[in-house]
Nanobody, 125 residues
Framework: VQLQASGGGLVQPGGSLRLTCAASGLARGRYGMAWFRQAPGKERTFVGGFTANSGYPAYTDSVKGRFAVWRDNAKNTLYLQMNNLGPEDTAIYYC???????????????????WGQGTQVTVSS
């Protein structure tokens, strides 16, 4: 299983970015997938994601209304659209996958089996 995250970069406050996580080696549509992020000097935290059987993503409160997560099962790809970015969104963004994550455990790192390598997002003027 490989998860390849891409799309990070430098953006000004108020700007937007779209991240992509391409998965290989996963049975299409049969894995939960999610985005996490890790800011400098901080722990890695949940951003948004799905269980395998749900079409409705969950989000951490700080990104609700600004970020959107969706998946294309045919392409085995997870997306993260980030709008109205602020300096507090600066972090390395990771995608994760799991065949068995449940909704109540989405935010727990230990619930995720596979991790991508991360992509850097820097919000700065």
């Amino acid at each position: 299983v490989q998860l390849q995250a891409s799309g990070g970069g430098l953006v000004q406050p108020g700007g937007s970015l779209r991240l992509t996580c391409a998965a290989s080696g996963l049975a299409r549509g049969r894995y939960g997938m999610a985005w996490f992020r890790q800011a400098p000097g901080k722990e890695r935290t949940f951003v948004g994601g799905f269980t395998a059987n749900s079409g409705y993503p969950a989000y951490t409160d700080s990104v609700k209304g600004r970020f959107a997560v969706w998946r294309d099962n045919a392409k085995n790809t997870l997306y993260l659209q980030m709008n109205n970015l602020g300096p507090e969104d600066t972090a390395i963004y990771y995608c994760a996958a799991s065949p068995s994550v449940i909704r109540s455990s989405l935010a727990s790192q230990t619930a995720w089996t596979y991790w991508g390598q991360g992509t850097q997002v820097t919000v700065s003027s």
